[in-house]
């Protein structure tokens, strides 16, 4: 069945610590890849997409991913981490179609806290 | 340029009742996308709308539907309202569903919370 897989539910780091949240995908074609962060309270926020090319993907607040073919993954990746980045953060795809209307497939999320 | 509304923000209402939210895209956006964010299902696709026609539609009851005007506002319209309709209800529009077969962004407004009593 096709799916999106955050594995962790929960990840603590520490203030200037590095970060790396998991996404894996199953489907047939690789999709459209994206990463959408929610802050308490409010709607969700693109920080990247891979829709092709560089399997580096640069994004906004220094975000980046990596796109990984052999492996079906799309991890996301911070490297010093900043209190303000506490926030539940979701992988989303998009299944490869040739139709004009598309939806948005979300993993469970991966809750984030910064410890000061 | 002013990003997606919606309103209200938040509503309770009764178990049998019926509900209306309402979703202002970006200007110049035309299509509409309805999404359910519950703790136990996560993010689930409701329905999308693109020039006043829905174009495509989740795994969800005849319940819940919805519209889009001319001006590409939308309204998604829950009735008999249950205890697990509780969630938050979050749009999101995009230029189109798609250009040249490349998925437009979507943008998300910061959502209406129901909780249903």
């Known amino acids: 069945a096709q799916s999106v897989t955050q594995p962790d539910i929960h990840i603590t780091v520490s203030e200037g610590a590095s970060l790396e949240l998991r996404c894996n995908y199953s489907?047939?074609?690789?999709?459209?890849l994206f990463w959408y962060v929610q802050s308490p309270g409010q709607g969700l926020q693109l920080l990247l997409k891979y829709f092709s090319g560089d399997t580096l993907v640069q994004g906004i607040k220094g975000f980046e991913a990596e796109f990984k073919r052999s492996q079906s993954s799309f991890n996301l990746r911070k490297p010093s981490v900043h209190w303000s980045d506490a926030a539940e953060y979701f992988c989303?795809?998009?299944?490869?179609?040739?139709?004009?209307?598309?939806?948005?497939?979300f993993g469970k999320g991966t809750k984030l806290s910064v410890i000061p | 340029k002013a990003g997606v509304t919606q309103t209200p923000r938040y509503l309770i209402k009764t178990r049998g009742q019926q509900v209306t939210l309402s979703c202002s895209p970006i200007?110049?956006?035309?299509?509409v996308s309805w999404y359910q964010q519950t703790p136990g299902q996560g993010l689930q696709f409701l329905f999308e709308y693109f020039s006043e026609t829905q174009r495509n539609k989740g795994n969800f009851p005849g319940r819940f539907s919805g519209r889009q005007f001319s001006n590409s506002r939308s309204e998604m319209n829950v009735s008999t309202l249950e205890l697990g309709d509780s969630a938050l209800y979050l749009c999101?529009?995009?230029?189109?569903?798609?250009?040249?077969?490349?998925?437009?962004?979507?943008?998300f407004g910061a959502g209406t919370r129901l909780s249903v009593l």
């Open positions: 489907y047939g074609a690789t999709p459209y």
């Open positions: 989303a795809v998009v299944p490869l179609s040739g139709a004009g209307s598309y939806q948005l497939t």
């Open positions: 999101a529009s995009s230029l189109e569903g798609s250009g040249g077969g490349v998925p437009n962004i979507q943008y």
């Open positions: 200007s110049g956006h035309r299509s």
